[in-house]
């Protein structure tokens, strides 16, 4: 018989079974679309929770604290990672950011799959942490002019701002083989469709897919 045990109270949950959540991590250089790509995941998914970070940088034209980020200052986040309150935690661009552990494994649990945008050092620790809960998912731009061209269209970053972050972008990229996936972001309506793929075929990953014995055992009775 199938019960609350194996059945799902999420309808996007495959065949309605209950399922394990996970974490899903987006991660680009900065530039190569990872928000642009977050935000329409979001709107086709609205269910998918966001990992909400704190960090240390200031706050950007346009930016809200509390949805794009917690902003804090560094005596607080030093607190924070001395009171172990973060899952992971990582130096960027001379500021700090951080994953608030809070809710993270009751909402695993309860089914729900959460959105992290956070870069390669955080997707390792996260990886570390919780293994098979995480999926790795890496953007690419489609060529290093085209990423800055991308980092002068976005107009939130000044020349020095943009010369930093293009700096870094190459050591970035080195870390590519420390994902699940790897997409080259050309197209962003196809790279979207990939990112949509990849979500739905991990939800149906058997080891996610915590009530589908219950219906084994129906199926063969
Ligand atoms: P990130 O979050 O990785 O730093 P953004 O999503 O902010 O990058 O994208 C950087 C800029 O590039 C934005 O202005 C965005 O609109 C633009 N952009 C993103 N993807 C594409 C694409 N496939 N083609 C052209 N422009 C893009
Ligand atoms: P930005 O300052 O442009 O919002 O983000 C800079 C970089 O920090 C991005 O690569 C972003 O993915 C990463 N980042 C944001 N939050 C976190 C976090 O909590 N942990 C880690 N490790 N990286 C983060």
Partial sequence: ???????????????GFKRRGMMFVLSSPSGAGKSTIAGKLLHANPELQ??????TRPIR???VDGVHYHFTDLETFRQMVANHEFLEWAHVFDHRY?????????ALEQGHDI????DWQGAQQLHQLAGGDVVRVFILPPSMPILRDRLIGRRTDSMDVIDARMARAANEVSHWDGYDYVLVNDDVEECFECVKTILAAERLKRSRQTGIIGFIRKLLR
């Fill in 115 to 118: 959105l992290f945008d956070i």
């Fill in 50 to 55: 966001v990992s909400v970070s704190y960090t």
């Fill in 61 to 63: 034209p346009g930016e």
């Fill in 98 to 106: 951080g994953t608030p552990k809070a809710q993270v494994w009751n």
């Fill in 1 to 15: 018989m199938l019960t609350s045990e194996t059945l799902s109270e999420h309808p996007e949950d495959p065949h």
